[in-house]
């Protein structure tokens, strides 16, 4: 099995499923800097997931394919009424939190000049602080976003928390609480150090 990196982006998702169901993976290194960058996804970004002849790309689909194919009921539920609570979670912090954070950091940070819209930065904020407030709400007074349980919806949920803080939005502090909570999880951990390990070699 492969997944293929670049550290601090969306592929800490795929690596962090790997390493909580303890699968047996290579890290392999993208520069998505690089304009020869080379990834078998077919939207040739990262991460994509090669096992054995699957090919997959996009975060959501390796994260789902992984716990189902190896999680046996673990991050990702075997029951259908608990998957589609997970499924909801994870299509809400995509569409409605992960698309505005990211409209703020092209216009702010990844778009060359000419390209970026200022004037859209404080809107896509406004969307993200809208969005995030539903979460909030749902998450306090529990663990975990779904089902009594930690899923991948909750990995989402983090790391979408935890770009936000990056962008200087505020979080509650019922949502603060517990992503300084899943910071702990040794799993995350090993993630990290995966991915840099395999940046580091490839440098």
């Known amino acids: 099995m492969d997944i293929y990196t670049y550290p601090k982006s969306r592929s800490i998702r795929a690596t962090w499923v790997a390493e ?4 047996d993976y290579q890290c392999h290194f993208v520069n998505v800097l690089s304009a020869t960058k080379h990834t078998p996804g077919k939207n040739k970004k ?11 790309f996009e975060s ?4 789902i394919y992984l ?3 190896y999680g046996n009921g673990q991050l990702y539920p075997q029951d ?7 499924n909801q979670w994870l299509a809400y912090i995509i569409s409605e939190l992960e698309a505005p ?9 990844v778009w060359p000049e000419a390209l970026r819209k200022p004037a859209l930065i404080e809107p896509a904020k406004a969307d993200f602080l809208r969005a995030i407030s539903l979460i909030e709400q749902e998450i306090n007074g529990k663990t975990w976003l779904c089902n009594d349980t930690f ?13 936000a803080t990056t962008l200087g939005l505020p979080l509650s502090e019922t949502l603060t609480h517990y992503v300084a909570a899943l910071e702990t999880r040794p799993a995350l951990h090993r993630a990290r150090l995966r991915e840099e390990a395999a940046a580091n070699t490839a440098g």
Do not use: N, Y
Not at 80 to 86: C, E, T
Not at 101 to 109: G, P, Q, R, S, Y
Not at 153 to 161: C, E, K, V
């Open 46 to 56: 990262v991460p994509a997931l090669i096992d054995g002849d699957m090919v997959i």
């Open 80 to 86: 259908l009424r608990q998957q589609a609570m997970v």
């Open 20 to 23: 909580e169901l303890g699968l």
């Open 101 to 109: 954070l990211w409209t703020i950091l092209k216009h702010a940070v």
């Open 60 to 63: 959501s689909a390796i994260c």
């Open 67 to 69: 716990a189902q194919a």
């Open 151 to 163: 899923s991948v919806a909750d990995i989402f949920l983090f790391h979408i928390s935890r770009w």
